[in-house]
């Protein structure tokens, strides 16, 4: 299967953790990428590989694999964490590039 | 400073075709792999196509197969995408990103930076 599912949309509590998850066949070879977009904007890359942070990036977001589910942590959640957020990576061939169908973050 | 900036998108006919164009700078160009991802109106991501850096590897989403070509200049440091045939569904604002990739163990692969989009709607 080349599509990669997550939850269309969670909330939390300021300050409060949250996590998203990514769930596809192809994440048992590779691994994903995580990216921020705010109304308007374009995608900002904010996990890649295991767990890696762009620079400027903040440490409450972190990266998790286990299996086909990728997941995206951010602890302690900021009014400015209010966001989709999407997992890409490749499908199973390993040429096509898929994104998850979405989550919405509502920061309360 | 690394930046794309996308260009070309507008309003066109169904069946009309149009010519994206992303210009890159900040940072050498001909040694990433590029790639356009679209969005539709108040949806989701959706990869639409991607080009190796020397134009060896090109892969394209099942959606646009045989419409869309992707190409890339390196000497302009520009990639490029013609669009033909052009549909409703088509209607999305189109980015252009620069995909990276290290060993770690495995290949991971990611997109950074995007451009800021371009708005492409295709109407009568």
């Known amino acids: 299967s080349s599509e990669l599912t997550q939850d269309p949309a969670v909330s939390v509590a300021l300050g409060q953790t949250v996590r998203i998850t990514c769930q596809g066949d192809?994440?048992?070879?590779?691994?994903a990428s995580w990216y921020q977009q705010k109304p308007g904007q374009a995608p900002v890359l904010v996990i890649y590989g295991k767990n890696n942070r762009p620079s400027g990036i903040p440490d409450r977001f972190s990266g998790s694999s286990s299996g086909n589910t990728a997941s995206l942590t951010i602890t302690g959640a900021q009014a400015e964490d209010e966001a989709d957020y999407y997992c890409n990576s490749r499908d199973s061939s390993g040429n096509r590039r898929v994104f998850g169908t979405g989550t919405k973050v509502t920061v309360l | 400073e690394v930046q794309l900036v996308e260009s070309g998108g507008g309003l066109v006919k169904p069946g009309g075709s149009l010519r994206l164009s992303c210009a890159a700078s900040?940072?050498?160009?001909?040694?990433?792999?590029m790639n356009w991802v679209r969005q539709a109106p108040g949806k989701g991501l959706e990869w639409v196509s991607s080009i190796s850096s020397s134009s060896s590897y090109i892969y394209y989403a099942d959606s646009v197969k045989g419409r869309f070509t992707i190409s890339r200049d390196n000497a302009k440091n520009s990639l490029y995408l013609q669009m033909n045939s052009l549909r409703a569904e088509d209607t999305a604002v189109y980015y252009c990103?620069?995909?990276?990739?290290?060993?770690?163990?495995?290949?991971?692969?990611?997109?950074?930076?995007w451009g800021q989009g371009t708005l492409v709607t295709v109407s009568s």
């Open positions: 900040g940072f050498t160009f001909s040694s990433y792999s």
């Open positions: 192809s994440l048992r070879s590779y691994y």
């Open positions: 990103a620069r995909e990276s990739k290290v060993i770690y163990g495995d290949y991971v692969y990611w997109f950074d930076p």
